[in-house]
């Protein structure tokens, strides 16, 4: 018998513990690869399970979103005709739409309805009176020949696929002050007639070729009317009626300075009464502001006017970041009411106005987008510049 002393089988048994962990650990790691080619997980490896969990969650998250709405202006600008219901304005008038509205006919005694194809003949039947009865003071006590109508609302107002962002309610319409002709116009000729700017070659004084005394009446007979909130016209214009002395001034606070219109004048009326959900703008102030505001907006023109040096094109071109795109007013941010008015169907019949073909005819050359911010009370310079 082979005799093996102690002092001999110590070094073997010291190896044979030191790796005893290493084989428990590469048993733990076979047992996982084991589990996994199986289809179970042991409960040591519950962790990565958790992760492809999470990200289920999150793609179920964009799954309601769907097409977004569609546009408030698409709506009304297909509307050919208006909502069968009492007449109304609602909401404001850059927000809104417009109920029973009436139309004003092509031709009057003393108007004449400029560019057909656009079907924005439409206004509150109070505005539409209203128009008639300027076109007839005018031509009986201002020397005025009639007037040339432009843009009022559409069918049911609402937003417009190109142009305004107010006369949207039926209480906005633009004058132009181009005098009406000694004729009716064809359909044609109401499409391609310019109307005729006021201004000056350096776009902020009038030019006195054109500008005339029937013209400052006819103006300050439209702002004479209490219905008549504001009439709006541009601060060359405002600056030419403030030194005339010889006209009276009582209304002269309601003629506001505003961007654009040198060819037209934008008459606004006071919500009617008939009208709960039409919401009314602040009454202008008592002050004539022929001093220091039209002085103001004069000054921030010709600053914009003025001629600048040429701007050195850069060496390396750098993107400008595209600016995003306002978001489209829908039918949800108009009144609730306005879901009634444009889901009300039409009077069966075509348009009577079907038989102009060019649509949404273009603005007389040299003019500027009319009114796109005249959606509230029109703030001078000097305020526009804080917003
Ligand atoms: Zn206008």
């Known amino acids: ?41 042991p409960q040591t490896t519950a962790k ?32 050919k005709a208006p909502a069968p ?34 079907n924005r003949m439409w206004g509150h039947p109070s505005l539409i009176a209203q128009i008639e009865r ?23 107002g609402g937003p417009m696929l190109t142009g305004h962002a107010s006369h949207q309610i039926g209480l906005d319409a633009d004058i132009w002050l181009t005098p009406m002709p000694d004729h009716r116009m064809s359909k044609r000729e109401r499409e391609d007639l310019s109307a005729t700017s006021m201004l000056a070659e350096d776009r902020v004084s009038i030019n006195p070729q054109v500008w005339t005394e029937a013209h400052a009446r006819i103006i300050l007979r439209a702002a004479s009317y209490p219905q008549i909130e504001r009439v709006l016209v541009h601060p060359a214009i405002k600056k030419a009626l403030c030194e005339n002395k010889s006209l009276p001034r009582t209304h002269l606070n309601k003629v506001r300075p505003y961007w654009g219109h040198h060819y037209h004048m934008h008459i ?19 002050e004539d502001s022929c001093g220091k505001e039209v002085d103001d907006w004069i000054a921030r023109m010709k600053r914009i006017y ?26 949800a941010d108009l009144p609730a009411e306005c879901r009634m008015v444009i889901g009300n169907t039409a009077p069966p019949g075509p348009s009577p106005f079907a038989d102009v073909t ?29 917003k």
Request: glycine share 8%; net charge positive; aromatic share 4%.
């Open 358 to 386: 060019k649509p949404d005819a273009a603005k007389p050359a040299g003019s500027k987008p009319d009114d796109d911010a005249e959606n509230a009370e029109p703030a001078a310079p000097a305020m526009a510049r804080k």
């Open 134 to 156: 300027l076109s007839k003071d005018g031509k009986e006590h201002d020397g005025w020949p009639g007037l040339l109508v432009g843009d009022i609302s559409q069918p049911r």
């Open 1 to 41: 018998m082979k005799f093996t002393p102690w002092h001999l089988t110590w070094p073997v048994l010291l190896v044979a513990i030191a790796m005893l962990p290493a084989s428990t650990h590469l048993s733990a790691q076979a047992g996982t690869e084991l589990h996994a080619a199986a289809g179970t997980t």
């Open 306 to 331: 003025a001629p600048r040096p040429p701007i050195p094109e850069p060496k390396i071109a750098v993107p400008k970041p595209k600016p995003k795109p306002k978001p489209e007013i829908t039918l």
């Open 85 to 118: 219901l009492a007449a109304r304005a609602i909401g404001f008038y850059a927000k809104g739409c417009l109920a029973g509205a009436k139309a004003i006919s092509v031709d009057g005694p003393t108007w004449q309805v400029m560019r057909l194809s656009r």
């Open 48 to 79: 990565p399970k958790a992760k492809p969990a999470k990200k289920l969650v999150k793609k179920k998250a964009k799954v309601p979103k769907g097409p977004p709405p569609t546009p408030a202006k698409v709506l009304f600008g297909a509307a």
């Open 268 to 286: 606004r009326m006071a919500c009617p009464k008939d009208s709960p959900g039409c919401t009314p703008q602040p009454v202008v102030g008592t």
